[in-house]
T-cell receptor
């Protein structure tokens, strides 16, 4: 079955770049996503990338997709303490682009130290 | 505020109790979902409703019973739960199923079964 894996924890200093990595198994996924979950809150869609793209940049966020290796990464430039949260990688199930039917990784806890 | 409201935010129940979780969305979406988020595990999709019909049930035990009386409301009825059912239950909604549609999540109900 489909599987999404992430490292569980990342700690960086404020102002540094953070890179969160993810591997997935379903090569037919149309979209891949990054969600953010702050303490006590639900999930918030941060960004997404269409499967025929290699890179997407959105302000401080850069998403890189390596389809051959089924590897997705999220780079946060100039990381701030407000970026401390759990970041989830997710793939859409099959060819559906509907973000409701997603397969999530375990989440990477990002700790930003002042 | 994401437009998806879940109540209660916290719930403690005994194994013989019956309780219900409520989700309400004011976004005009036509699909709603229940996810389970357990510690150190990926989010698990439990149920999918589209146009008020259940279209997916991911092998969820019968002690969880969903109900979608209209497109704005989704319930999860709970009875005779087990301690391992303690988790954060997240509701989400989206517009559409076959094309890209961002899912909006509620803040979740933190359930503790004692």
């Amino acid at each position: 079955g489909e599987d999404v894996e992430q490292s569980l924890f990342l700690s960086v200093r404020e102002g540094d770049s953070s890179v969160i990595n993810c591997t997935y198994t379903d090569s037919s996924s149309t979209y891949l996503y990054w969600y953010k979950q702050e303490p006590g809150a639900g999930l918030q869609l941060l960004t997404y990338i269409f499967s025929n793209m290699d890179m997407k940049q959105d302000q401080r966020l850069t998403v890189l997709l390596n389809k051959k290796d089924k590897h997705l990464s999220l780079r946060i430039a100039d990381t701030q303490t407000g970026d401390s949260a759990i970041y989830f990688c997710a793939e859409s199930e099959g060819r559906s682009g509907n973000t409701g039917k997603l397969i999530f990784g375990q989440g990477t806890t990002l700790q930003v130290k002042p | 505020e994401t437009g998806v409201t879940q109540t209660p935010r916290h719930l403690v129940m005994g194994m013989t109790n019956k309780k219900s979780l409520k989700c309400e969305q004011h976004l005009g979406h036509n699909a709603m979902y229940w996810y389970k988020q357990s510690a150190k595990k990926p989010l698990e999709l439990m149920f999918v409703y589209s146009l008020e019909e259940r279209v997916e049930n991911n092998s969820v035990p019968s002690r969880f019973s969903p109900e979608c009386p209209n497109s704005s409301h989704l319930f999860l009825h709970l009875h005779t739960l087990q301690p391992e059912d303690s988790a954060l239950y997240l509701c989400a909604s989206s517009q559409g199923q076959g094309v890209f549609a961002e899912a909006f999540f509620g803040q979740g109900t933190r359930l503790t079964v004692v």
